[in-house]
């Protein structure tokens, strides 16, 4: 589920439609999190699928650490790419902004760390990298993991509209990890290797 305070909008011609923020979403905030009416879809039963479907989840579904294609119900599924996205996907299905994002800023995710199968090129937003990999998660997630790191304790200071999809259990050891107890899992774990 994509954060409540944010709304669909047409960006442009070359990008399409993306997810803004109606209000501002602090550094530290879930900005979106795996929920039960997600869908899950095998490579097998993707395969077994009418081609115009295939085609519409090709283009919506990120892949998670089994392989499989998740589709999000909501306006999730149209946060687009940026190499200086402010949201991060962490190994434990939820993002982060990991930096404040203002209202009418979009929310974005760098695609290399969501196991796409094609490499493809983003648009020139003035940084090194100019084509997001498949393997892009193992490349860069140390440089991912800090920026993660840096924002993880300032999920406890600011307000979580997304916390009751948080089980106690995943609660409490994100507070674990807020304050050094114990260590974050890199989101490295969430490689697929297709």
């Known amino acids: 589920m ?11 011609s070359q990008v399409g439609y993306g997810v803004v ?11 979106w999190a795996l929920d ?10 993707l395969k077994k699928m009418n081609p115009l479907y295939q085609n519409i989840l090709d283009t919506y579904c990120y892949r998670n650490k089994k392989g499989n294609y998740v589709l999000c119900w909501d306006n999730g599924r149209f946060v687009n790419h940026s190499f200086k996205s402010n949201c991060i996907s962490t190994a ?22 969501l196991n796409i199968s094609e490499p493809f090129k983003g648009i020139d937003e003035g940084t090194r990298r100019k084509i997001v990999y498949p393997d892009d998660l193992l ?56």
């Open 2 to 12: 994509i954060h409540p305070k944010t709304e669909l909008k047409f960006i442009s």
């Open 21 to 31: 923020a109606t209000a501002f979403i602090p550094a530290g905030t879930i900005t």
């Open 36 to 45: 039960h009416l997600d869908r899950e879809f095998t490579p097998a039963k």
């Open 92 to 113: 434990y299905d939820f993002e982060i902004a990991i930096r404040d994002i203002h209202p009418g800023e979009e929310l974005t995710d760098d695609y290399g760390y």
């Open 139 to 194: 490349k860069h997630a140390t440089t991912w993991d800090k920026l993660l790191m840096k924002n993880f304790p300032k999920i406890y200071e600011v307000e979580q509209p997304l916390k009751p999809l948080i089980s106690e259990k995943l609660w409490a050891e994100i507070q674990a990890i807020s304050t050094g107890k114990k260590v974050m899992k890199s989101i490295k774990e969430n490689y697929f290797a297709g």
